[in-house]
């Protein structure tokens, strides 16, 4: 042994002090320290008993469960804290930036676990679980895509982690094995699927889950798939169940993947199946701490998931932190990886390891302003925000003497955002584009607005789109890239220890950024035949209005001095939302409909503006409701 080696362990025993005492763990000076040997840590599997029977076949399932745990607290009769991330990536598609997938040698151990958890939390006194889901990899059972099987599978292993269910050396074999190193907290974390099993597992309120960090994670199935009843997409939870599914299972599972698909219809009804698969709705069940992450231009797991999520934990008073980033369904890994490591290093310190370090006294929110500068807010939304009326007229925001007027747009399904936002000052057939004038101080909107719109549809089925767009030139990053704000460079870094089979060594990454001359960032979607109501879809009768609130996205953004703000109220937002079985003409009663947005404190310095093109001249943006804006401005011309 190397003095330096010997050195480690006499601090680590040190560190752990006598057998019986109170956990110590690895912690020095504030924060775990890496003393623990990755090379020489227990790498096991343990298959829990879910109770379930997912392939309906009399057998209950197991799931599988990658262990890799530092071998020397178990010897010193100390037991640790667990970080758990169940997936059903982690033979299919892969995890991270490099698509990592879980490898074992020939006796069925294994070796690597991707992504950088077990390499630097390892060392450092934590076990690293990564859980395959019920119907995945080595698990039994079926994909059910985020219900019950989902989240049980995971729940279980939490369960076994504290002693209340039982796990087994082995997928069929009899040999019970007992979690007995293990102190029965657990962190939860992943990104996009794996967050969501985090936040669905949390929403259980399960015993010993103490904190969960979702990333570009869903809250609600639904809005993965479809928006205020428009379709986001053409498939159903069955085709996404077969994408991860173990192809062994295809069979035995046809009759979970026939549930899946007739309980998603495409006309976006609100049906059990949704409803299963809602977290929100048992949010008052969360009892763990939420370290929430996304890509304020996520498309993918778009941003209505991660503002109702937000905003049903702070009712409930769940301990919480958010950061927000331009990028979109990317890792803080891949776009601000030293701040990330660290502060995820802190988090589970303070709530796993009970380590006062702070970090739940510190600001709330980090918010990416531009490519790689970020701010913070003591809360989020940003202290001083309120929900404030802006008026609507032809052409214009905040038209003088308020609401008023009609526009009218005709749908074209091959016509996106951000053509409507290339055109903003040009009139166009398939979009009514509302602007502010030229903003004379920063206007910032921190939350999720709406506007409530008065329709008319010259046909019986009908889908709109609602987005605000920043106008003026700016460096963002390239969301709709490759990279999706990112790319991906030759280097590598290390991030923890590493063996031969599990570097703990990742490629670099730096921002992708584009020169743009508009900018989306708030979006909603609605199918006309959900207006009333969720649960059945309606067929629109020709010509008679229909009052509707859409829902914009949760956001945090600043339209700078100089700039303007617009709404572009359009038909289907091509390859975001799919188009109705017509091509309707929509009139929109602007006297009978109201934007509502989020804005800060800040916004009370608006001021007239220049006016646009003639066609669409434009007056100042005014705020109806907000006093201090009322008091700057004095009246409403």
Request: negative net charge; hydrophobic residues 40%.
């Amino acid at each position: 042994m190397t003095v330096v080696a010997t050195l480690l362990l006499a601090f680590a025993a040190a560190l752990l002090g006598p057998a019986g005492t109170a956990w110590a763990g690895s912690v020095h000076d504030g924060a775990s320290q890496p003393v623990y040997s990755y090379a020489d840590a227990v790498r096991e599997t343990v298959w829990v008993d879910t109770g379930l029977d997912g392939q309906r076949d009399g057998h209950r399932d197991r799931v599988a469960a990658d262990i890799i745990r530092p071998r020397e607290p178990a010897a010193h009769g100390r037991r640790i804290p667990v970080v758990m991330d169940a997936s059903p990536y982690f033979s299919c598609c892969g995890r991270g930036n490099e698509s990592q997938l879980k490898t074992y040698d020939g006796g069925g151990n294994p070796v690597q676990f991707p992504l950088y958890y077990d390499n630097y939390f390892v060392p450092r006194g934590y076990a690293v679980v990564l859980v395959d889901l019920a119907g995945t990899n080595r698990s039994d059972g079926c994909v059910d895509v985020g219900g019950r099987s989902d989240v049980d599978s995971a729940k279980a292993v939490i369960d076994w982690l504290n002693g209340r269910a039982a796990g087994y050396g082995s997928r069929t074999g009899a040999d019970r094995v007992a979690a007995g190193w293990a102190n029965g907290s657990v962190g939860m974390i992943g990104k996009s699927w794996d967050g969501t099993i985090a936040n669905g597992v949390a929403a259980t309120g399960v015993a010993g889950l103490k904190t969960i960090v979702p990333i570009s994670a869903i809250s609600s199935w639904y809005d993965y798939y479809r928006s205020q009843g428009a379709p986001l997409y053409q498939g159903t939870p069955a085709d996404l169940a077969g994408y991860v599914e173990d192809p062994a299972t295809t069979t035995a599972c046809a009759a979970e993947q026939a549930d899946l698909a007739a309980g998603a219809p495409y006309d976006g009804d609100w049906t059990p199946l949704w409803q299963q698969r809602d977290y929100v709705a048992d949010a008052a069940q969360v009892h763990a701490s939420v370290f929430l992450v996304h890509g304020m231009q996520d498309l993918n797991v778009r941003t209505v998931n991660y503002g109702q999520w937000w905003q049903a934990l702070a009712a409930r008073g769940v301990p919480r932190k958010i950061w927000l980033s331009q990028t979109g369904h990317v890792d803080p890994f891949d776009y601000r990886r030293q701040d990330w490591v660290d502060t995820l290093h802190r988090w589970f310190d303070h709530y796993l390891m009970g380590v006062d370090n702070g970090i739940d006294r510190e600001p709330m929110a980090d918010v990416e302003r531009a490519p790689d500068q970020w701010s913070t807010d003591a809360k989020w939304p940003a202290p001083g925000t309120s929900q404030d009326a802006v008026a609507l007229g032809p052409g214009t925001l905040a038209a003088p003497g308020g609401n008023h007027g009609t526009v009218s747009l005709t749908d074209d399904p091959t016509r996106d955002e951000n053509a409507w936002a290339a055109d903003v000052d040009r009139a166009t057939p398939d979009k009514a584009a509302l602007s502010s004038g030229v903003l004379a101080h920063d206007l910032r909107i921190s939350g999720s607005g709406s506007v409530t719109l008065t329709v008319s549809s010259s046909t019986a089925s009908a889908h709109l789109s609602a987005v605000l767009v920043d106008i003026g030139p700016a460096v963002i990053r390239d969301y709709q890239g490759a990279g999706e704000g990112i790319r991906t460079l030759g280097t590598r870094s290390c991030w923890g220890e590493g063996t031969s089979g599990d570097s703990g060594c990742f490629l670099d990454t730096a921002a992708a950024t584009a020169q743009v001359g508009a900018t989306v960032f708030s979006r909603g979607w609605i199918d006309l035949g959900h207006a009333a109501s969720l649960d059945r879809q309606q067929p629109l009768t020709p010509g008679t209005p229909y009052r509707m609130t859409v829902h914009l996205a949760a956001t945090d953004h600043v339209v700078p001095a100089g700039h303007r703000l617009a709404l572009i109220i359009g038909g289907t937002d091509a390859n975001l939302i799919d188009p109705p079985d017509t091509r309707p003409t929509l009139t929109v009663d602007l006297a009978r409909s109201e934007l509502r947005l989020p804005l800060t404190d800040g916004a009370d310095q608006v001021t007239p503006g220049q006016p646009m093109a003639p066609q669409f001249a434009a007056a100042p943006l005014v705020v109806l409701n907000h006093p201090q804006q009322r008091d700057a401005l004095g009246d409403l011309r």
